[in-house]
């Protein structure tokens, strides 16, 4: 089955050679994308689709999400909106509830939430147990984590549990937990702030997870400064995520990471890979804390995802539209920079971006031939509207691998 997307006013590719094309066309064959190219010259498709003079994009890749929790936290956020600081202490009220929450329930929960994502243009999304603390239920929310979503994050280090030590915890988290999660997860991750995990304590699961053959991302630098950065840069993570509060030495450390690297299409995606620095504008907003430095980090030749955060502490929406307008007019990135982050960049915080040579065949996050048919059309000519017009719900149809989901 293929099908032709023709009269594309602006198709914003985000490729290796970042093009953006006029009057465009493409075909989709089966669940990946088979030509790129001018309107005029489209070849014919079994069905054809008229973009109407709208603008097309790659879906967004959410590379961070925490989509597996019952519960609702509206009056911690209220009383953060009367003036009270958000603290990593609420994610035992959403472990409270996960718990109690049974499997069919806790499934179509995230389902709703992975539904409502893609309704708004995601086609390529991350999540992350951490609402389980113990070893039966972080197991349960790897488990259903990894029926709903693409990629999948250990993250039994989200919270010392109430009552527990610490350092007892960390064992567990680096030991049975660790076992119990791994036949579902890819990914790791640590909580690495004061409240939350300290830099030994953090440096512990980091290590285990890299022996346990899981890729690292690393919660740092939300609340304060602190070591999660450096520790991110020196495991070689994939991605340091919140990324607020950030010194010189820092931004240094992420641009140096990247030095080696040759850049998309150029071979192995581990050659010379450095650690994306994550920002997260929804959860920035809603936790009144500054807004990560996005132009800075780009400037210094750090590489750049956008992400929605969507958990019920302090980031409650999937919309990655809405990241991608606040990193423009309140972060200082271009419409093509924050459009990027949020697609290429996702991707390249999961290793699967354009001219990874590794997994050439599933790489996400551009619209280029040979790559899985994640394609958001907007109800725009161009994809300046994100901006220009905020707020306005701007997905007209989306297509996951393929598959019309919109
Ligand atoms: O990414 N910072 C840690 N984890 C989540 C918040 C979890 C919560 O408060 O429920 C985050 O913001």
Not at 163 to 174: E, F, W
Not at 192 to 205: D, T
Request: proline content about 4%.
């Amino acid at each position: 089955m293929s099908t032709l997307i023709t009269n594309i006013a602006e198709l914003m590719t985000q490729d290796a050679e970042h093009r953006v094309l006029k009057d465009a066309a493409v075909v989709i064959e089966g669940e990946r994308i088979s030509w790129i190219g001018p309107s005029s010259a489209a070849p014919a498709a079994d069905e054809s689709v008229d973009a109407g003079g709208r603008a097309l994009l790659p879906g967004w890749v959410d590379s961070h999400t925490h989509l597996i929790f019952a519960g609702d936290r509206t009056a911690e956020f209220e009383a953060r909106m009367a003036g009270e600081s958000y603290s990593a202490g609420g994610i035992a009220v959403t472990t409270g509830a996960t718990r109690e929450t049974g499997d069919f329930d806790l499934t179509r929960l995230a389902l709703g939430r992975v539904a409502e994502a893609v309704s708004q243009g995601t086609t390529y999304l991350e999540t992350k147990t951490g609402y389980g603390l113990d070893v039966e239920n972080e197991a349960r929310s790897a488990r259903i984590a990894s029926t709903v979503a693409d990629e999948v994050t250990y993250l039994g280090a989200h919270l010392v549990p109430a009552g527990a030590d610490a350092d007892d915890y960390t064992d567990l988290v680096c030991g049975p937990m660790l076992a119990a999660v791994r036949p579902y997860v890819s990914w790791a991750d640590v909580f690495c702030e004061q409240g939350a995990f300290n830099e030994g304590q953090s440096r512990r699961v980091l290590q285990a997870c890299k022996d346990a053959g899981l890729g690292l991302r690393v919660h740092g630098n939300q609340l304060g400064e602190g070591p999660g950065v450096q520790l991110a840069v020196e495991f070689g993570a994939a991605s340091v995520d919140h990324v607020n509060y950030l010194s010189a030495a820092d931004v240094d450390a992420l641009a140096g990471s990247w030095s080696g690297w040759q850049g998309a299409g150029s071979g192995p995606a581990a050659e010379g890979r450095g650690t994306v620095a994550t920002c997260l504008p929804a959860c920035d907003l809603s936790t009144r804390q500054p807004l990560a430095p996005g132009r800075e980090l780009l400037d210094a030749g750090v590489p750049v995802a956008l992400a929605s955060n969507c958990n019920p502490g302090t980031s409650y929406t999937s919309s990655m539209a809405f990241c991608v307008t606040t990193a423009v007019l309140q972060m200082r990135l271009s419409v093509h920079e924050a459009v990027r982050a949020a697609t290429y960049g996702g991707a390249l915080a999961l290793h699967r971006e354009v001219g990874n040579d590794v997994d050439g065949e599933r790489a996400v996050g551009s619209v280029a031939v040979g790559h899985r048919a994640d394609l958001h059309l907007l109800n725009a000519p161009s994809a300046t509207h994100l901006a220009y017009r905020p707020g306005i719900p701007l997905t007209h149809a989306v297509w996951r691998a393929g598959v019309r989901a919109r």
